[in-house]
C-alpha cells in the first residue's frame, strides 16, 4: 500500500478540485459528502500504510517524479514514509475527517457551504503535503499552502471587516516566520547541496556539535516553527485567527497547521540537537509562551480565545518539550493535544450553536443538563488537557515534565505551574459556561444534530484511551508510542542524553504524582471561586486591578507591535508611495514605457503589405549580410 | 521512418475516404491514424538507422521531434470539427494536404541529406501555401496564399542556391559528408562555402520567420484561415527550427564561430521587431503572428548556444509554445465563429459567459508569456539558461526585456476578459466536447510546467 | 572535390555569353540599321498571312476556361511520372520481381491520383462553379 501513499494527498485535492468546479451547482450537503468522505478515504489508506509501517518498521521513499533538476539542482517530487509522517497522516486525516464530518451540521445553511468545504479539502492536502515531503521543499510548498487556507477561512465570513483583518495579521505574521524558514532552507541547499532529509541529516554527521552554521540554520528554522506555531512573539495572529468558523478553530488553529513548526523540528532533529544553543533558546521560548500565553487565558471572557490561548499554551509546552529533547514526548502531547484541543473546540462550537452565536461566556451558564452531550465531551476533554489520570493528558504532559526535569528542574517547576495553570482556566470556563447560576433566567439552548455529537464522542473516547500508547514504564506499561518513534529520535536523544542525569524510578513516580495532587487542589479552587462564590468576569469597561488587567489586555502585546512596527512601517511606506514611488520611480517607468509603446507604434510601419517592399526589404537584407559577413 | 510511410498511406486514405464521400469517417480515421502513427513512430525510440545512402536519419532527436508535429497536428485536428462545422463538403484536401505538409515537416526533422531537407521544406510550404488560400472565396486568404507563395519560393532560391554554392565546394549534399569537409579543409574553406551558408542560414530563417526574413509571416497569418494559421505556426515552425538545429548540430558546428554572428542578430532582431510591433496590435490573430515572431527568436537562443541541453530545451520550448499557441487559436476560433472580428474588443466579459473558454485562454497567454509554473515559464528559463551556459550574456538580456515587453500584449486579453464588463454580447454556445478539450489542452500547460526535466532529459 | 578551380577555367562561360549578348545586339543594331525607316509603318496588308497559314481569328489574349489548364497541368504532371518508366525499364532485368512489384506500387498511386482527379471533377467539362 505504501506505493499509493500518493493517493492520500491526492484524494482531498480532487475533492477540493470537484467543489470548486461545481461551486454553484453543489446543492445542500453534498459537497461536505465528497469533501468528508475524500479525507475518510485518505485516513483508510493511511491506516493500511500506518499499519505497515507500525508492523514491519520499515520506512520508505516514494519517488512521483524529478520536479526541479538542472546543473547540480536535483530536486524530486517525492514522499518520506517513516513513523513521524504516518503518525501525522493518522491525525491530520483522522481529527480531520471528524471535524470535516462536524462541520457537515455545524456550517448547515451557510451561504459559503461549498466554499467551506472546498477550502478544507484545500487545507488537507496542503498539510498532507507537509507532512509527507521528503524534502524541505515539498515541505515548504505544503507550509505555505496551510498559510493560504488558513488566511482564507479565518476571512471565511469576509464581509465583516474584523475578520479580514484577523485573516491579514495571521498572514502577514506567519509571513514573518516563513521568511526565517525560507532562509533556513536556503542555508541548508548551500551547505549541504540538497534539500532531501535523508541526505542532509547524513552529512549532518560531519557537523560537530555547536557548530555556528548549523546554530544559524536552526534558529533560522525556528524562527518558522515560531511564526507557524504561534510562539512568542508571534503568537498574537493565533487568537484574532478565532474569527473563523469553529470547526476551522478545531482542525487548523489546534490539532494541524499549528503543529507544523512542532512537526518540522521533530523531523529536523537530528540538526537540532547538534546546537545546544538553538534548543535551550526553543525551551525558553516554549516555557515563556505558555506561561505568559495561560497567564492570559485566565481572564479571557470569550471561549474561543481562551481555548485560543489554551492552545498556544499547549504549544509552548511541546516546544519545551522540543527544546530539553524530549521528542517523543514533544509528539506524544501533540497527538494527545490534537485529540482533546479539537474535542473542546468543536465542544465549544456546539455550544456556540446551541445559543446562535453567543461567544461570551459571561452570558452562558447552566448549560450542563440542556445540551447533555456536549456538556460531557468538553469535561472529558478539561480533564485531559488539565493533566488527570489516567486521561490522555496526564500521560503525555507526564512525559514532558519528567524531560523537562531532567534537563533543568527549574524548567520542570515553571512547567509544573503552567499546567495547574491550564488546569485552572479550562475548569473556570468549564464551571462559568455549564454550572448554573441563580441570579440569571434560563438559557434558551437546544443539543446539537447528531452528526455533530457523533464525532464528539469520538473524540472523547479517543482523547481518554490515547494515553494509553504512552503509559511509561514505572506504570509497567511499555511506552508504544516511544518505541514506534524510537528509529528517528533514538540518534539525537542518545546526544542530549550524555549531559543529563538518570533520575531514580522513585523520583519519577515522585514527581508524577506532586502536580497531580496540585491539580486537584486547583480544581477544587475553581470549583470554590466560580462554582460557590459565583464569581462572574467583570464587564470589559470595569476597572480591573493593575495584575489581571494586563492579562486581560494580553500584556498589551498587539500595542507594542503597533506602536514599534506597525506605525513605522507605515510611515516609511508612506514615504516611499508619495516621494520614491511617484516622484521618482513611476516618472521612469512611465517614460520606458511610452518609449516602448512609440516605438512599437513606429515599427508596425515596416510592416506595409506591399509584397515588392518585402521582397525588396528581404534582398537588402541579404547583401547587408554578404556584405558584412564575407567582406569586411 | 515508419511514421512518414504510415502517414501517407492515412494522408492516401483520407483523400479515398474524402472521394467517396464518406464525411462522417474522415475525423475519426485521422485521429485514431495520428494515435497510431504516435505510437510507430516511438517504438522506434533508442534505435539509430539510417535510410537510402543516409538520405533519412531516425534518431532520437528524430524521433521525440516527429511525436511533437504528431501531438501538434493532433491537436489542431481536434479542434478542426468546430473550425468547420458548417461546411457540408468532405474536407479531404485540406486534411490530406494538412498530413502532407506534417510529414514535410517530419521530413525536415530526419534528414540527412540537404537535399531531403529541401524535399522537406518543399512538401511542408507548398502544402502551407494551398491551405493558406484554402478559404477559395476569401479576399485575405488569397491574398494570404498568394504572399506567401511569392515570398517563400523567393526563399526557397535563396535556400537552393546556398545548397548548391556548399555542394560546388564541398562536392557532397550529405550532412555528414559536409562536415567531414569542413573538418579537413577548416583553414582554406573558399568564401563561396560561407556565402552558401548564408544563403542557407536566409533560407532557414524565412521559414522560421526571423526578422528580416519575418514579413510574410503577419499578413499569411491573418489573412489564412484561423485553423491553419494555427497549424502552420505551429507546426512549420517546429519543423523548421528542427531543421534548423540539425543542420548546424551535425553539419555546421566546426564552423558556428562564424554563423554565431548572424544567427545572433537573427535573435535579437526578431526578439525586438517581434514584441515591439504585438504590443499595439488590436487584432488577436495578428498579435499570436508577431508573438510567433518573436519566439522564434528565443528558439534560436538554443541553437547559437549549441549546448549539451539545447536538443532538449528546443523540444520543451517547441512543445510548450506549440501547445500555447494552439489553444489560444482554438478559443480565438471560436469567439470569431460567435462574434465576427478578431478585435480585442470581443474579449471584453469573456471569464463572466464563458468561463471554460477564458480560463484556457489566460492559462495559454500566461504561458506564451512565461508565467511561473506553466509550461512557457520553464521553456524560457531553461532556452535562457542554456544560453547562459553558453556565456551569451547579452542575448539573455534581451530575451529578459523582450519577455518582459511581451506580457504587456499578453495580458491584454486576459485584462479584457476578466475586467472588463461585456457590452452586448451574448453568452458563446459550445458543445461540451469542445469545453472539455480546450480545457484538456490548458490543463496539459500546467502539468507541462511541472515535467520540464522529464522533457528536457530526453534528448 | 579536391579540385581547385581558378578563375580561366571560366573562360568557355564568359565566351559564350559574349557570344550569346553579342549575337543580341548585332541582330538588333543590323536590322535597325538595313531597314528603311518608310516601311515600318504598319497597314493592314502587311500584318497579313501571305501564301501560307490559317485566317486571323480574333485576339490571342482572351480568358481562357481554368480547366484548360487544369487539363495542361495534369498532362505535364503525368507525362513527367511516366518518365519514371525508364530506368526502371533499363534496370528491369536486374531488379526482377521485386521491381516489378514497386513500380506496380508506384502505378497504383499514380492511378489512384488519377480516380481522385476524376472523382473530383477534373475532367467535368460542363460543370462550372
Known sequence: ?632 | MNAIIALSALAILTMFFGVIQKKSVLLPLILSGLIIVFFLNVIEWGTFKHYYNEMFIADNFNIAFTAALILTTFLVFIFSALYYRTVKRPLEDIYALMLFSLIGGITMASFGNITMLFIGIETLSISFYILAGSKKFDVASNEAALKYFLTGTFATGFLLFGMALIYGVSGSFNLQAINSYIIANKESIPTLFYAGMILVFVGMAFKIAAVPFHFWAPDVYTGSPTLITAFMSTIGKVASIAAFYRLISITFLNVHDFSVDILMLFAIATIIVGNLSAMTQDNMKRMLAYSGISNSGYLLFAIIAMGPKSAGTLLYFSISYAIATITAFAVIMLVREERGTFSLQDYKGLAKQNPVEAFAMAVAMMSLAGIPPLAGFMAKYNIFSVAMNGGYVWLVIVGVIGSMISVFYYFKPIIYMYFHRADAHKKIETTKAYKIHILLVSILLIILGFLPGLVIGLL | MDKNFIPEDYIPILVQSVVAFGFVAVTMLATHFITSKRKRIRTLHKDENFECGIEIKGNARFPFSIRYFLIAILFVLFDVEIIFFYPWAINFSEMEWMGFFEMLLFMFFLLFGFYYIYKKGAFDWKHDE
Not at chain 1, 469 to 498: A, M, Q, W, Y
Open chain 1, 1 to 632: 500500500m505504501i506505493e499509493y501513499i500518493w493517493l492520500v494527498p491526492l484524494l482531498p485535492l480532487i475533492g477540493f478540485l470537484l467543489i470548486a468546479f461545481n461551486f454553484k451547482r453543489f446543492q445542500g450537503s453534498v459537497s461536505g459528502i465528497i469533501a468528508s468522505s475524500a479525507i475518510f478515504v485518505s485516513f483508510i489508506i493511511s491506516l493500511i500504510v500506518f499499519i505497515e509501517i507500525y508492523s514491519s518498521k520499515q520506512t520508505a521513499t516514494v519517488q512521483l517524479f524529478h520536479w526541479i533538476k538542472f546543473n547540480k539542482i536535483d530536486i524530486s517530487f517525492s514522499f518520506l514514509i517513516d513513523q513521524l509522517s504516518t503518525l501525522m497522516l493518522m491525525i491530520i486525516t483522522g481529527v480531520g475527517f471528524l471535524i470535516h464530518v462536524y462541520s457537515i451540521g455545524y456550517m448547515k445553511g451557510d451561504s459559503g457551504f461549498n466554499r467551506f468545504f472546498s477550502y478544507m479539502n484545500l487545507f488537507v492536502f496542503f498539510m498532507l503535503l507537509l507532512v509527507l515531503g521528503s524534502n524541505y521543499l515539498i515541505m515548504f510548498i505544503g507550509w505555505e499552502g496551510v498559510g493560504l487556507c488558513s488566511y482564507l477561512l479565518i476571512g471565511f465570513w469576509f464581509k465583516k471587516h474584523e475578520n479580514n483583518n484577523a485573516a491579514k495579521k495571521a498572514f502577514i505574521m506567519n509571513r514573518i516566520g516563513d521568511l526565517g524558514f525560507l532562509l533556513g532552507i536556503f542555508m541548508l541547499y548551500y551547505y549541504f547541496g540538497t534539500l532531501n532529509f535523508n541526505g542532509i541529516f547524513f552529512q549532518a554527521h560531519m557537523f560537530t556539535i555547536g557548530n555556528p552554521t548549523i546554530t544559524i540554520i536552526t534558529l533560522l528554522l525556528f524562527v518558522g516553527a515560531i511564526g507557524k506555531s504561534a510562539q512568542i512573539p508571534l503568537f498574537t495572529w493565533l487568537p484574532d485567527a478565532m474569527a473563523g468558523p469553529t470547526p476551522v478553530s478545531a482542525l487548523i488553529h489546534a490539532a494541524t497547521m499549528v503543529t507544523a513548526g512542532i512537526y518540522m523540528i521533530a523531523r529536523s532533529n537530528v540538526l537540532f540537537v547538534l546546537s545546544p544553543i538553538t534548543l535551550l533558546i526553543i525551551a525558553i521560548v516554549g516555557i515563556t509562551t505558555a506561561l505568559l500565553a495561560g497567564g492570559i487565558a485566565i481572564f479571557q471572557t470569550d471561549i474561543k480565545k481562551v481555548l485560543a490561548y489554551s492552545t498556544v499554551s499547549q504549544l509552548g509546552f511541546m516546544f519545551l518539550a522540543l527544546g530539553v529533547g524530549a521528542f517523543t514526548g514533544a509528539m506524544f502531547h501533540l497527538t494527545t493535544h490534537a485529540f482533546f484541543k479539537a474535542l473542546l473546540f468543536l465542544a465549544a462550537g456546539s455550544v456556540i450553536h446551541a445559543l446562535n452565536g453567543e461567544q461570551d461566556i459571561r452570558k452562558m451558564g447552566g448549560l450542563k443538563n440542556k445540551i447533555p452531550i456536549t456538556f460531557f465531551t468538553f469535561l472529558i476533554g478539561t480533564i485531559a488537557i488539565s493533566g488527570i489520570p489516567p486521561f490522555s493528558g496526564f500521560f503525555s504532559k507526564d512525559m514532558i515534565l519528567i524531560g523537562a526535569f531532567e534537563a533543568n528542574s527549574i524548567f520542570w517547576i515553571i512547567a509544573v505551574i503552567v499546567s495547574l495553570m491550564t488546569t485552572f482556566y479550562m475548569f473556570r470556563l468549564l464551571y462559568i459556561v455549564f454550572w448554573k447560576r441563580s441570579n440569571k433566567e434560563d438559557l434558551h439552548a437546544h443539543e446539537s444534530p447528531k452528526n455533530m455529537t457523533i464525532p464528539l464522542m469520538i473524540l472523547a473516547v479517543l482523547s481518554v484511551l490515547a494515553g494509553a500508547f504512552g503509559i511509561p514504564l514505572v506504570f509497567g506499561g511499555n511506552d508504544i508510542i516511544g518505541n514506534f518513534l524510537s528509529p528517528i529520535f533514538t540518534e539525537s536523544t542518545n546526544i542530549i542524553k550524555i549531559n543529563a542525569h538518570e533520575i531514580s524510578h522513585n523520583t519519577e513516580l515522585l514527581l508524577m504524582f506532586i502536580p497531580v495532587i496540585f491539580v486537584f487542589v486547583v480544581v477544587y479552587l475553581a470549583y470554590y471561586v466560580y462554582v460557590k462564590q459565583k464569581k462572574l468576569p467583570e464587564a470589559d469597561n470595569q476597572k480591573r486591578p493593575f495584575f489581571s488587567n494586563i492579562f486581560f489586555k494580553k500584556l498589551y502585546f498587539d500595542e507594542i507591535y503597533n506602536a514599534l512596527f506597525v506605525k513605522p512601517a507605515l510611515w516609511l511606506s508612506d514615504f516611499l508611495h508619495n516621494i520614491i514611488e511617484l516622484k521618482v520611480i513611476d516618472r521612469m517607468v512611465n517614460q520606458a514605457g511610452n518609449l516602448v509603446v512609440w516605438t512599437g507604434k513606429t515599427i508596425r510601419y515596416i510592416q506595409t503589405g506591399n509584397v515588392g517592399f518585402y521582397l525588396f526589404a528581404m534582398v537588402i537584407s541579404i547583401i547587408l549580410i554578404l556584405i558584412f559577413k564575407l567582406f569586411i
